[in-house]
């Protein structure tokens, strides 16, 4: 085996492999971050390295395993952390010039739980300012760049995590997803990357932060299988008190789902969901995907779904939580934020009390929707995204021949915001490439609290249609 199959090999396989002592996790670090040394120049996936940390973590945890003693879950597992996640005495910018020095002294509840699980953390992945941008653009170095084309976007605002998965620089990577962030750069690298039902993971962003509702950001995994997005995902969900809104009921045995028999399920396909629009190879492609599932015993018939304007709706719940977060920047860092962070804050500031009412308003309306949907069907699929990754700064004005509104820096979103604002699950699947070559991912969409079936649905697919054995070009 070449040490960049051994990079690529399941991190579920690879975690086996330490476990009957086949493998040392200082070789397995010591090559991912060999990897990153020669790789990571052409994709920026990487805004921080913690190489003395990981080699003493990885030394600690092949001790353990020559003890005997009993492992987590991610035991000697390389990870990644996106650099929204607090990391003590790890710098964490959250995409951000402003930040660009800060060591914090505490640990997010994602991060805690990576660690106490045995993984091995190797470093902060690059993300767009504060996650509101969905292209991996900030201003602490170049665009992250996409390893199946590095002319292009990655996606955002989990864009070092996509990539650096996609490029075999990590066994494992966390994402989060308040608008998309986990399935835009995992559609655009051709990864596997779910997000959760709200709540599913707890949030916490420190102690010294304000204490606001989580209204649509969910932490979870990106990875290059189902089973191995069910690894980590299973250390990151469940109760935490630091985040009240967190779900309190027994975690699932999403493992138990992956072999679940899919037969007899509804699907509802919603090419639209009645206003996006969408690349004809795209809808295609997706369509043609989305058709799979009737080999695999399962009905799919056309949705109904018609959503009216759900951007405005997100939009003005995501400028409220900012506003409260970030607007003193405006006033002391402004010559440092990046464009969109201040046209977000600018925006923030004008936000009116009546403009969150009506969001919150139309919000339960879009819950009343979907609950109608779910009478219907089991799942929801749609396209991920409308297009394939476009080129970095070449943000499309148009798609599919029609104008993307609000503007071509929002508009190329349609099909991932509006999960977040109903707080339903959702993940997508790589289902294809284009015909230059990029990936393109099916979203599979599930009822409030049954990550379970979406799993299940996006193992069978991925038995059905094996996408592992894709490599990228810079990889």
């Known amino acids: 085996m070449t040490d960049s199959d051994l990079a690529f090999r399941p991190a579920f396989q690879l975690s086996a492999l330490i476990a009957s002592k086949q493998l040392s996790p200082v070789e397995l670090t010591e090559l991912y971050l060999q990897r990153i040394d020669e790789l990571d120049s052409q994709l920026n996936s990487y805004l921080t390295l913690d190489r003395d940390g990981a ?6 945890a092949e001790q353990a395993v020559i003890r005997g003693d009993d492992l987590g879950p991610l035991h000697g597992l390389p990870i990644s952390i996106k650099d929204l996640e607090l990391t003590k005495g790890i710098r964490t910018t959250s995409g951000s010039l402003a930040y660009k020095d800060r060591i914090p002294d505490e640990d997010t509840i994602v991060v805690e739980r990576v660690r106490a699980a045995g993984a091995i ?7 767009s300012e504060f996650g509101m941008l969905g292209a991996g653009e900030n201003r602490l170095g170049d665009h992250c760049r996409n390893p199946w084309n590095t002319e292009r976007t990655t996606g955002a605002s989990s864009a070092g995590a996509g990539a650096a998965e996609a490029a075999g620089l990590c066994a494992l990577a ?8 986990i399935r835009i750069p995992s559609s655009f690298c051709g990864l596997f990357g779910i997000k959760p039902t709200q709540g599913r993971v707890p949030g916490y962003s420190g ?11 969910q932490s979870g995994p990106m990875t290059r299988t189902v089973r191995d997005a069910v690894m980590l995902f299973q250390v990151l969900a469940g109760h935490d008190a630091r985040d009240p809104s967190s779900m309190r009921e027994p975690v699932p045995d999403f493992e138990a789902a992956l072999g679940r028999d899919i037969k007899g399920l509804t699907i509802g396909w919603s090419p639209r969901f009645g206003y996006a629009v969408v690349d004809p190879e795209v809808a295609e492609i997706t369509s043609t995907a989305a058709r799979v599932f009737e080999e695999l015993g399962c009905s799919v018939d056309e949705s109904d779904l018609v959503f009216d304007v759900p951007f405005k709706t997100w939009w003005a719940l995501a400028l409220a939580s900012q506003q409260i977060n970030h607007s003193q920047l405006l006033e ?14 600018e925006a923030a500031r004008d936000l009116s009390l009546e403009d969150y009412l009506r969001a919150l308003g139309h919000r339960d309306v879009m819950r009343w929707q979907m609950e109608g949907q779910f009478e219907k069907f089991d799942l929801l699929m749609s396209p991920t995204m409308p297009t394939p990754a476009f080129p970095v700064d070449q943000y499309p004005e148009e798609i599919g021949g029609i104008r993307t509104e609000p503007s071509p820096h929002w508009g190329f979103l349609p099909f991932t915001h509006p999960i977040n604002t109903v707080g339903y699950t959702a993940a ?7 015909s230059d070559g990029l990936p393109i991912g099916l979203q599979i969409i599930g009822h409030e609290g049954d990550e379970e079936t979406v799993l299940a649905a996006s193992a069978a697919f991925e038995r059905a249609r094996p996408w592992v054995e894709h490599r990228p070009p810079v990889s």
């Open 121 to 127: 953390v190797l470093g902060k992945t690059n993300a």
């Open 174 to 181: 966390t994402g989060s997803d308040g608008g998309g962030s």
């Open 332 to 345: 002391t860092h402004s010559d440092e934020l990046t464009w969109y962070m201040r046209e977000v804050l």
């Open 207 to 217: 102690a010294s932060s304000p204490i606001l509702p989580n209204l649509f950001a």
């Open 428 to 434: 997508t699947v790589p289902c294809g490439f284009s």
């Open 55 to 60: 080699m003493k973590a990885a030394e600690e």
